[in-house]
């Protein structure tokens, strides 16, 4: 089943911060982050597994609820170069094919 | 070189024609997916392959079959054309790790656009 993303779109100005929500109705294994630049294929952000892990990597960081079966994307100080869609990923178990949500689409503006 | 390629990049044909979509990678994973994107639908998974022997229909798999030829291809066909399968199409390849430290972290081909006309 596929997992609900929040919100669908943003846009930002150079230097703001922005949160971007996946929940799932299922429990989950991992959590996954993609990003997605128009034209080009999604790059690998994260991953997250159970157990409530916080991950980042540069100014982007990620947090897993496992109980709430959600995880939250952070993007502090956003850059030109963050304007892309978002995907999150969601797998229910070690092993078992992921599902993509429906993306979330970031634009950020000088 | 990249590690997923995808050939072609663009294709326009005709309703009712028979397509064939290739994907080759140098990754060394056995695992194997197709995926369809359309605008504000996301990825949609098409077919998956776990190894050589091993392919499973996912979300969207009507209309589309694949073959498996080694670790290292995976080709997908169109057996009969039709415009609402205009999209883009993307490879991916993953490894799912060892547990419980599993990545499955998928690396996307360029992908292909195709335009049924």
């Known amino acids: 089943q596929q997992p609900v993303q929040s919100p669908q779109a943003v846009i930002l100005r150079e230097g703001e911060d922005a949160v971007i929500n996946c929940s799932s109705s299922?429990?989950?294994?991992?959590v996954h982050w993609y990003r997605q630049k128009h034209g080009e294929a999604p790059v690998f952000l994260m991953i997250?597994?159970?157990?409530?892990e916080q991950k980042g990597h540069e100014k982007i960081s990620a947090s897993f609820n496992e109980k709430k079966q959600q995880s939250s994307l952070y993007l502090t100080a956003s850059q030109l170069s963050y304007s892309g869609t978002y995907f999150c990923?969601?797998?229910?178990?070690?092993?078992?094919?992921?599902?993509f949500g429906p993306g979330t689409r970031l634009s950020v503006l000088p | 070189d990249a590690d997923v390629t995808q050939t072609p990049r663009n294709r326009i044909t005709k309703t009712g024609k028979r397509i064939m979509l290739e994907c080759s990678q140098t990754?060394?994973?056995?695992?194997m997916y197709w995926y369809r994107q359309d605008p504000g639908l996301g990825l949609r998974l098409i077919y998956y392959?776990?190894?050589?022997?091993?392919?499973n229909k996912g979300e969207i798999s009507d209309g589309y079959s694949v073959s498996r030829q080694a670790q290292a291809k995976f080709s997908l066909s169109l057996e009969s054309a039709i415009p609402n399968q205009t999209a883009l199409y993307f490879c991916?390849?993953?490894?799912?790790?060892?547990?419980?430290?599993?990545?499955?972290?998928?690396?996307f081909g360029p992908g292909t656009r195709l335009t049924v006309l």
């Open positions: 990923g969601t797998s229910p178990e070690y092993g078992q094919n992921f599902v």
């Open positions: 990754k060394g994973h056995d695992r």
């Open positions: 299922k429990a989950l294994y991992s």
């Open positions: 991916a390849t993953s490894d799912p790790g060892v547990k419980p430290f599993s990545t499955d972290t998928q690396y």
């Open positions: 997250l597994l159970k157990g409530g």
């Open positions: 392959s776990f190894d050589v022997k091993d392919i």
